[in-house]
């Protein structure tokens, strides 16, 4: 581009100039169709797949068309008390899509569909024989009381709210609950129903089977019925398989111990739902003008990346060249990079998992080796990796986020959900706000609190370690949390056995105590070791040390720490027996290969139950005393024997990593999900204005207005402290006060 500035290739209007009128116009558009797709004979074909495979359960549906027969069926769900509830959109944008037809179930009457915006694929007119918006609005007030069962209440709960301003509120969500009973599944509504309520007898159909490519909207209404009205029928089934197993005093619940998890269903994870929806329907405002700051900033930082990335290749040229490749390199072809790595500067095995790769992983382990220090491929991943970072923050992020934010109306509607984890973690989509780096912190600056309001950054300190304490119990532990001191500073003088004020980042006069500082440092890459269960040889190499002094420094912690080390050990034992592990307010993780043999052998059919116990005691003994670099070649030998080998042990020792760390990171992610409704629920919050906009991790980020700024971070504070209730040390947390995310702090009186 030589001199020219990209910035003015940027053209997005400014908040205030958001033509809102084109965005209503574009909701109101018919969804676009592929283009491969001749409409009308893909519909007919749809038409005879959905008699073929649905025509007798649509036998038993009904298609409603009358606003009268709508109420009079809301009616009668009342009376029942129960209804399971599903909706048909014309996308996956709640915020920006229609609904389609909604469909209901309770137990008195058959599955319905009420279409609500079918079209004309002709032209593309509304059909008639439909229910009004005002029917649906009257119907869904009918039914706030009842017990309303979703699969994914987050999206039909929004959906209906968009159409008709009605708030339901889920009583089961058979998708989460499906989550807190086995995270390892799928959680599709057709795979569990096949599975749980057809016994794996019926193959489920979905929608790509029948209608791929067709906007549902443009299926004529008697077709979409055999496949829409079937949804809450399955939904209510699921429930009651369901309900069985998480309803406290119910038989299956006490057989297989769930009553914990049942009541942490209960009361923790269905009432954060209303708060996540709350928080979507809110939004973040969004500054282009920021924006457009900051496109220019990091378009000009890439460019020069890109120039120092290409002469950081100059001691490689004549390689580069000899081996055909284009001079400088592609940095966006991997292949090219590749080449690079391990044919010219033969760089070998970095990372395990990835011995030939080029990405994010390799490049991290190669400037973090001792090895590469001073050799110009250490220049040169280094280069790569600026260019790499700045790409993504203009493509992922500026441009990503200022295009979403034009197309809704100047604001972002992330999703937030919670059944993303199998740690029961928060997570992000649509866009992840979770993922806005905060590395580079003035990419948040474009998220704004609005007009007379302050954004109230508040996090959590040391959530992690205090969930440790408070899950292991260690005397030791939990007096360095009371004693009021750094906490990895006073780990740190355990560790090394040395005075506390050694041990600190600072001196008396402010100065840096460089010692104190790593011996801080290695205290805290240990904590977070254990937290995230790293193995040794990652520890090593975050301390930029050999396999002997992580151990060296690991028993250092253990012993200083025994009931803790007690609590790893017996945790980890424990869960290797039953298969699964609880945490400290109920939630299970489960880890079926931990109940498995090491190895496992298919033999041919035939063969005869004494000759296979003893050829798998043989081959079991020949894998376990067989070396790491043996083991394949002696996999290759069974298997000449026509013998399949199933490997578990990678499986086991991945588990068994895992065990301490869910313990860890389920416990904080309750935490934080108690803090966000303590902020949600708390009556003066609501009365002066403030809304909850954003969880990141154990970060809470509330909108606040100025006039109330004071009271509200008190209040905001000691709903977050208050979500500790039940730890056995008390939590802490860190405020920030600004106009906008990541801003410059202010104080407030």
Same mark, same amino acid.
């Given at each position: ?30 969804? =676009?169709? =592929? ?261 220019? +900033? ?306 041919? =059919? ?17 894998? +376990? ?125």
């Amino acid at each position: 581009m030589g001199g020219v500035r990209c910035v003015s290739l940027f053209t997005l209007p400014q908040r205030k100039e958001v033509d809102i009128a084109t965005i209503t116009k574009k909701i109101k558009e018919p969804p =676009k169709v =592929k283009s491969t797709i001749n409409l009308a004979q893909a519909i007919k074909d749809a038409e005879s797949k959905v008699k073929e495979t649905l025509g007798k359960d649509a036998e038993g549906f009904l298609l409603i068309k009358s606003d009268e027969e709508f109420l009079a069926y809301c009616e009668q769900a009342k009376k029942d008390g129960v209804v399971a509830i599903d909706t048909e959109t014309t996308g996956l944008d709640a915020m920006l899509d229609n609904i389609v037809g909604v469909c209901l179930y309770s137990p008195s009457q058959k599955p319905m569909y009420a279409p609500i915006n079918h079209l004309s694929p002709i032209t593309k007119d509304k059909l008639g024989g439909q229910l009004s918006l005002e029917a649906l609005k009257k119907g869904m007030e009918l039914l706030k009381g009842s017990k309303c069962i979703f699969h994914n209440a987050y999206f039909d709960i929004l959906i209906v709210y968009q159409a008709t301003k009605v708030m339901l509120t889920a009583y089961w969500d058979t998708q989460i609950s499906s989550h807190l009973l086995n995270e390892n599944e799928s959680h599709s509504l057709k795979d569990l129903y096949a599975k749980y309520i057809l016994n794996n007898q019926v193959d489920a159909t979905y929608f790509s089977d029948l209608f791929d490519g067709i906007p549902f909207c443009y299926i004529p209404p008697h077709v979409a019925v055999a496949y829409a009205a079937k949804d809450p029928l399955m939904t209510y089934k699921l429930f009651k398989f369901q309900e069985n197993f998480l309803t406290e005093d119910s038989e299956g619940c006490k057989e297989y111990g769930l009553e914990k998890m049942a009541k942490f269903q209960r009361e923790e994870v269905m009432p954060t739902l209303p708060v996540l929806i709350d928080m979507k329907l809110t939004g973040m405002e969004f500054d282009f003008d920021e924006a457009k700051i900051l496109k220019e +900033k990091y378009t000009k930082l890439k460019e020069d990346a890109v120039v120092a990335f290409n002469k950081s290749l100059e001691p490689f040229k004549e390689e580069i060249i000899a081996h055909n490749l284009p001079y400088p390199l592609n940095y966006n072809s991997s292949q090219q990079v590749k080449e690079l790595f391990y044919a010219i500067a033969q760089i070998g095995i970095v990372y395990r998992k990835e011995p030939t790769g080029t990405g994010k992983n390799v490049r991290d382990a190669i400037l973090a080796l001792d090895r590469f220090k001073g050799k110009p491929i250490r220049t040169v991943v280094e280069c790569l990796t600026k260019v790499k970072e700045y790409d993504k923050v203009i493509s992922t992020f500026i441009d990503k986020l200022s295009e979403d934010a034009k197309l809704h109306g100047g604001r972002i509607y992330g999703n937030i959900r919670m059944t993303s984890t199998v740690t029961g973690r928060l997570a992000g989509s649509e866009p992840n706000l979770m993922q806005v780096p905060s590395k580079m912190k003035d990419i948040r600056r474009m998220f704004t609190a609005g007009e007379g309001n302050y954004l109230v950054s508040c996090d959590f300190s040391k959530q992690e370690p205090c969930c440790l304490a408070s899950v292991c119990k260690d005397p030791a532990l939990i007096e360095t949390f009371h004693s009021g001191l750094d906490i990895y500073s006073k780990i740190a003088s355990m560790i090394f056995n040395l005075p506390y004020e050694d041990c600190l980042e600072h001196n008396p006069d402010g100065s840096t105590n460089k010692d104190g500082k790593e011996r801080r440092s290695v205290a805290k890459k240990v904590v977070l070791s254990i937290l995230y269960s790293k193995g040794l040889k990652t520890l090593a190499e975050d301390l930029h040390a050999d396999i002997n002094k992580a151990q060296e420094v690991m028993d250092a912690v253990k012993t200083a720490f025994p009931v803790m080390a007690k609590w790893m050990d017996d945790t980890v034992r424990e869960a290797c027996r039953v298969g699964y592990e609880d945490n400290l307010f109920g939630r299970r993780r489960r880890w079926p290969e931990l109940l498995k043999p090491s190895y496992e052998f298919i033999f041919p =059919k035939g063969t005869d139950e004494n000759t296979i116990a003893y050829q798998s005691a043989i081959f079991r003994g020949k894998l +376990k005393r067989a070396r790491f670099s043996d083991k394949f070649k002696v996999k290759q030998s069974i298997e000449a024997k026509g013998v399949r080998v199933i490997d578990n042990e990678a499986k086991q020792a991945e588990a068994k990593r895992q065990i301490v760390n869910f313990a860890i990171q389920s416990a904080a992610a309750a935490i934080t999900m108690r803090a966000m409704r303590n902020v949600y629920n708390n009556q003066r919050l609501r009365e002066i204005g403030c809304k909850l906009l954003m969880s990141v991790h154990d970060e809470l980020i509330v909108k606040v207005p100025r006039k109330y700024a004071k009271e509200a971070v008190q209040l905001i504070e000691q709903c977050m402290i208050g979500a500790g209730e039940g730890l056995v040390v008390p939590l802490a947390c860190d405020t920030e006060v600004s106009d906008r995310w990541y801003g410059e702090p202010v104080e407030v009186s």
